[in-house]
Structures are given as structure tokens and as C-alpha cells.
């Protein structure tokens, strides 16, 4: 128990730390704001209007939970771009010289996207809500898809402090987000995946952002909910969400402890 407290006191001082360097540069919080505004502008209202939901149904309420599991997936690679930015510029070696929790600076990392991404959920929903999406089950329903989304989000953040220890500077995490994006498309995040070829259909389906995003609009009754002959995935999203993030957090999280632990006796 002192160990974990510990952890916890620790890793709760780095993210007060990353807090502060965003707070003193306004620049990135207003483009962490903006962002979802011109997702939804492009994608809900340049090509929504040449896209029809199976089923029926407005383009952008189906549209939002997608964008919704977008911003929970982008946790990787800020994550990745802030670790292997401390990493880089040897702050990583300056907490390893310090009195503190080992496993706090991978923790600290990670409950800091939780952050980020509360300010980005923040800006989707007030997007969202002006355009005329919302949530049709009620607040337990409405308030499970949040809680999903965050659980995803922090399970990925896992990933992205695994990356950015492995990248070891923020140019070469930086030439990664790239390859961030594709995962995010070839999903039913933006689209239904009905009218993909077969092969990049078996791929878009099993994408755990498929199941987020098919999660989040059966919970809140947006269209374009899976029928029974979706693949397993989009049959359980909710379950299989769940079990994805978790499975994530139990098998990264302690490759990633271990990786910042042999670093400091290299």
C-alpha cells in the first residue's frame, strides 16, 4: 500500500507538470479546442451529404461517436510524442535521479492523457450538440459510452508511453502519427463498413476502434447500430470494448513499467 500511494503522490506531481506546460501555451489548448470543429465541418458537412446510414438515420449522429473514439484513439501518440520528448531532452534521467516511485512516470504519463482527453471530449461535445447530435438513452446509458471512451483512451495512452520509450526522441515520434491516422479510417468511425472490399472489411470490423464506435452508439441510440449479421466485434461492442481495453492495460502496462525501469541502468 505505501508503494502505491506512493506511485500515485508521484505520478500526480508530473501531471500537475503537464498541466502546467499547457496552461502556459495557449496555442495548443485552443488547437486541442478547434480540432473537432473542423472534423466535424468536413466530415459531417462536406462529405456527409454523399453518405447514407444502413438502416436510416441522420450522417452526423452517426458520425459523432466515431469522431468520439477518433480523439480517445489519438491518446497514443500524443502520448508517445510527450514521452519521447522528456526522453529526448534527458528529463527522463533527472526523475530517475530523484527520490520517487519508479512506476510513477509511466502512471503519471498515462493519467495525464485522461486529462488531455477530457479537454478533447469537452470540445467534441459542444461540437456535437450544435450540429444536433444527441444521446437518446438516457444518462446511466450516456454516461457508460464517456466512461468507455476514457477507459480506451487510457488503455492506448499505455501504448503510446511504450512507443515513445522505444522512439527516444520526439522527431521520430512525430513521424509515427501518420500512421496513427489509418487506423482511425479503416473503421466504421466515418463510414459503415458495409461497401468496403471484403479483406479491408475483415480488418475495419475487428479494428477495436469499430468496436468503440459501434459501443458508443448503442449505448446513446445514434443510427447505424450493427445487426445480427456484423461481425462478433460490432455484435458485442460494449463487451468487447471493455475486454480489449482491459486485456491492453494488463499485457502494456508493465512492459512499459518494465522499459523505463531498464533504461535507467543502461
Not at 37 to 59: C, K, N
Not at 140 to 152: I, K, Q, R, S, V
Request: with cysteine; net charge positive; charged share 15%.
Amino acid at each position: 500500500m505505501t508503494t502505491i500511494r506512493w506511485t500515485v503522490s508521484d505520478g500526480g506531481v508530473l501531471v500537475r507538470r503537464e498541466i502546467g506546460k499547457l496552461l502556459r501555451h495557449p496555442g495548443e489548448l485552443a488547437s486541442e479546442l478547434l480540432l473537432p470543429a473542423v472534423l466535424v465541418l468536413m466530415f459531417g458537412y462536406v462529405f456527409g451529404s454523399a453518405i447514407s446510414v444502413p438502416g436510416g438515420g441522420d450522417y452526423r449522429e452517426f458520425l459523432m461517436p466515431g469522431l468520439f473514439a477518433m480523439v480517445a484513439m489519438s491518446g497514443i501518440a500524443t502520448t508517445a510524442t510527450v514521452v519521447a520528448r522528456d526522453v529526448g531532452r534527458g528529463v527522463m534521467d533527472r526523475f530517475r535521479s530523484m527520490p520517487m516511485a519508479r512506476s510513477a512516470v509511466p502512471v503519471g504519463h498515462t493519467a495525464y492523457s485522461l486529462v488531455s482527453g477530457l479537454v478533447n471530449f469537452a470540445g467534441v461535445t459542444a461540437c456535437a450538440l450544435v450540429v444536433g447530435w444527441r444521446p437518446h438513452n438516457g444518462l446511466a446509458a450516456t454516461a457508460a459510452g464517456f466512461g468507455l471512451l476514457f477507459l480506451f483512451r487510457y488503455a492506448v495512452a499505455w501504448a503510446g508511453v511504450l512507443l515513445g520509450l522505444a522512439f527516444r526522441s520526439e522527431e521520430a515520434a512525430d513521424h509515427m502519427v501518420p500512421f496513427i491516422f489509418p487506423m482511425t479510417m479503416v473503421a466504421n468511425t466515418f463510414v459503415p463498413t458495409d461497401g468496403m472490399a471484403p479483406w479491408l472489411r475483415v480488418i475495419a470490423d475487428w479494428n477495436p476502434v469499430s468496436a468503440v464506435s459501434a459501443a458508443c452508439r448503442t449505448l446513446w441510440g445514434n443510427p447505424g447500430v450493427p445487426g445480427e449479421g456484423a461481425a462478433l466485434p460490432l455484435r458485442h461492442p460494449v463487451e468487447v470494448s471493455v475486454l480489449s481495453s482491459v486485456v491492453m492495460i494488463v499485457v502494456i502496462a508493465p512492459i512499459a513499467v518494465w522499459m523505463y525501469q531498464r533504461a535507467g541502468r543502461r
